[in-house]
């Protein structure tokens, strides 16, 4: 059984941060592109930032220098530092794990950025 399940999302005033959790089990976390994606009301669901095994990451031009994901593969488990919130960041942040054509999705964690 397969399982992403995130953690961290809450309420915070714009300039707050967070710090997202995703802790998986059921597949061989290492060989797995981890990702965060997040949706907005009335909006496409979008990739935030992917980090593939070997450490690599890459974002979205809307979060860069803002956010940091990183992995810790001995504890399956994949982060997301979000700093210097904005309203616009509120969405629900979903984890990701890929692997060729398998991808599987956590339940999400609401993100609300307002004063």
């Known amino acids: 059984q397969v399982q992403l399940v995130e953690s961290g999302g809450g309420l915070v005033q714009p300039g707050g941060s967070l710090r997202l959790s995703c802790a998986a089990s059921g597949i061989l976390f290492s060989r797995y592109v981890m990702g965060w994606y997040r949706q907005a009301p009335g909006k496409q669901r979008e990739l935030v930032a992917g980090?593939?095994?070997?450490?690599?990451?890459n974002y979205a031009d809307s979060v860069k220098g803002r956010f940091t994901i990183s992995r810790d593969n001995a504890k399956n488990t994949v982060y997301l530092q979000m700093n210097s919130l904005k309203p616009e960041d509120t969405a629900v942040y979903y984890c990701?794990?890929?692997?060729?054509?398998?991808?599987?999705w956590g339940q999400g964690t609401q993100v609300t950025v307002s004063s």
């Open positions: 990701n794990a890929g692997f060729q054509f398998l991808h599987y």
């Open positions: 980090i593939p095994g070997g450490g690599s990451t």
